[in-house]
């Protein structure tokens, strides 16, 4: 089976600090189907990514790689539902309506952080998503996000 293409890696023209290709000193996550209406993200944090202490992932950086990760799933899930690939023919582009983070528990700043997100629900213009970040196996942050549609010229 051939591996599986980043989400990220398919749709052209995203500057994005969290999840943009283009962005050379963004943090570029890349995010990967995991099921009918889910994905996953493996992020290492860097050094200077932590909070007040130095052993613990900074919280604006949690929301970021959500935010991220979420967005582009919503985004896929567009293209998806439009029977398209992402990437091809007329643009598809979400930006972030909302974003709700739990913060529950530290991430260690030198282990990687997993996310999950889960597509709740979908309309034409917007889609609901739940994201779980975990660390070491245990549940650091989860949110809600409304990702909403907007035009090429956002
Ligand atoms: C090569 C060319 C490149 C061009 C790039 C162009 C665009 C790029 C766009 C996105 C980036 C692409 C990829 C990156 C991926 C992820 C990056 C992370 C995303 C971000 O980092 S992005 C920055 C932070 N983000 C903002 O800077 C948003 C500021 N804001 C607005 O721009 C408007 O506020 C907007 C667009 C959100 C809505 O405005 P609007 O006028 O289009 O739509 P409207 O208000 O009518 O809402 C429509 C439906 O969404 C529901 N809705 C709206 N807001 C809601 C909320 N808060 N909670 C629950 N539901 C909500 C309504 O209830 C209605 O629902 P319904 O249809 O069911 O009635």
């Known amino acids: 089976m051939s591996e599986q293409k980043a989400i990220q890696d398919q749709i052209p023209g995203n500057h994005c600090f969290g999840c943009g ?8 996550i890349k995010s990967y189907w995991d099921g009918e209406d889910k994905t996953r993200c493996e992020f290492l944090p860097l050094p200077h990514h932590n909070a007040g202490p130095q052993q613990y992932l900074n919280g604006g950086i949690i929301a970021t790689v959500i935010d991220c990760h979420t967005v582009c799933t919503a985004i896929a899930d567009a293209y998806r539902q439009a029977g398209r690939d992402p990437g091809t023919g007329d643009k598809i ?3 972030t309506g909302k974003l709700e983070v739990n913060y529950r528990a530290p991430a260690a700043i030198d282990k990687p952080v997993i996310l999950e997100a889960t597509i709740i629900e979908r309309s034409n213009r917007k889609t609901l998503l739940h994201c779980t970040l975990y660390s070491s196996g245990r549940v650091c942050a989860t949110a809600e996000v409304v990702a909403v549609r907007v035009p090429d010229n956002w």
């Open 21 to 28: 290709p283009e962005n050379e000193r963004g943090l570029r």
């Open 93 to 95: 582009w979400y930006a």
